[in-house]
């Protein structure tokens, strides 16, 4: 489960865990979603979408998520 008690990761401006999880799918669906390898890792992705509007503790506006080659969520946070 994906969660925002992390203390010096990004953080979501929620603790509600639907309210993350809706977060996330309403990125991977975006048609703003950006996706790219991740780093040298041939097994891996970052989708990366903006969501114009505030989604972390820090300002954070835009949502990166990793998936695995078969799109297993691996994690997702808030991004500059």
């Given at each position: ?8 990761y990004?953080?979501f401006?929620t603790?509600d ?18 996706f ?8 891996s992705y ?32 808030p991004?500059?």
């Open positions: 489960m994906m969660n925002s008690t992390a203390k010096k990004a953080k401006d603790n865990p639907l309210i993350v999880k809706d977060r996330v799918i309403e990125a991977l669906r975006s048609p703003n979603a950006t790219l390898p991740n780093g040298s890792s041939s097994n970052q989708i990366i979408t903006d969501m114009n509007r505030v989604i972390g503790t820090k300002g954070q506006t835009s949502v990166k998520v990793v998936v695995d080659k078969n799109g297993n969520i691996w994690t997702a946070y991004v500059k």
